[in-house]
């Protein structure tokens, strides 16, 4: 597809983040536009209108970033893929974008909003993103904190959570910082989607007060990595399936643990009609607002191992059985 792409996005969305930096990996024509009040009416273009929003060449407006991610992969194939050839590491990709996303998000969201330090000087600098002169911005400022606060509880981020949030961020952050110095990229020696999407929500974690301090503690050089990844242009390498990371397992081990026992009780909780759920993570009770979107992303997860080769899925079938995960990827598996 000729022509350039229009990423109508900000500074302080992991999902802009982590498409901005997909399109400069791949080296596809694009322009990233700061969203602000004057685009309002290219956001109500797509549903939910959330940011990013991203204009194709051909004129059409989208969002979701692993729709679009797996659009660009059909209308510019064998340019500088971020998926993975092998179809096993494509899947494997695929589920731990799918957990950055997802769970990512809480760590950012938690961070962010949680501390009255954190609240007021992302507050302000989200405004500033958007707005001009000082009285506009701080009258934004102090709404916009006052709803993403107020939705807290709705995501799971409440301060009974909070221990459970923490220290799931304290072993994500392990698993990076054991792997980056030794090896950048979990599939090769090339980032793959799964990269971008943890990617996208660290760049969150990197710039706001209280977790920049904890990752310049217990990661700097996870800090550091985040940083090369928002612009990879000039990375150049080959997938090695034969030799995946040490960190794949390690967060398919967290995905076991965590991860889809969260995805399964949303799931059941959205089958029944509930409007909440309440689910044990790492020994305790975890009680957050019930979301379609992430019961279809556990559906999701669901078909595409059931779509892949039978060869494929019993070379995966080892992997996921000793991180605690085929279960409950078959279906078999309860929350």
């Excluded at 956001?43 to 194709?56: F, S």
């Amino acid at each position: 597809m000729a022509g350039e792409y229009r990423i109508i996005g900000g500074l302080g969305s992991p999902y802009s983040m982590k498409m901005r930096a997909v399109m400069r990996y791949r080296r596809l024509p694009h322009v990233w536009i700061q969203m602000g009040p004057e685009h309002e009416t290219e956001r109500a273009q797509v549903k939910p209108a959330v940011i990013p929003v991203i204009q194709y060449p051909d004129g059409s407006y989208h969002n979701d970033s692993t729709p679009m991610i797996l659009d660009l992969e059909r209308l510019h194939p064998g340019q500088r893929s971020v998926l993975p050839d092998n179809p096993a590491d494509a899947f494997l990709a695929l589920l731990l974008e799918d957990m950055a996303d997802e769970w990512g998000t809480k760590l950012m969201f938690h961070y962010r909003w949680f501390a009255e330090r954190d609240q007021l000087q992302l507050s302000r600098w989200l405004a500033f993103d958007r707005l001009d002169g000082l009285d506009h911005i701080l009258a934004f400022a102090d709404a916009f904190r006052s709803r993403q606060v107020g939705r807290m509880a709705l995501v799971g981020c409440t301060p009974a959570n909070a221990p459970v949030i923490e220290e799931t961020a304290r072993r994500l952050l392990a698993i990076f910082e054991a792997q980056v110095p030794e090896r950048k990229y979990l599939f090769g020696t090339r980032p793959s989607l799964a990269e971008f999407s943890w990617y996208g929500q660290l760049s969150q974690l990197i710039v706001d007060p209280s977790p920049n301090d904890l990752m310049r503690q217990i990661a700097p050089f996870t800090s550091r990595w985040v940083m090369q990844m928002d612009d990879a242009s000039g990375v150049e390498g080959e997938w090695t399936p034969e030799a995946r990371a040490a960190a794949v397992e390690s967060l398919l081990a967290f995905a076991g643990e965590v991860y889809f026992p969260f995805l399964l009780a949303n799931a059941a909780a959205v089958a029944r009609g509930d409007e909440t759920f309440t689910v044990e993570l790492l020994g305790k009770p975890w009680t957050q607002g019930a979301f379609r979107y992430q019961a279809k992303c556990l559906a999701n997860l669901r078909a595409a191992f059931v779509a892949l080769d039978d060869k494929v899925r019993a070379e995966l079938e080892p992997l996921l059985l000793r991180t605690g995960c085929l279960a409950l990827l078959s279906g078999t598996g309860h929350a």
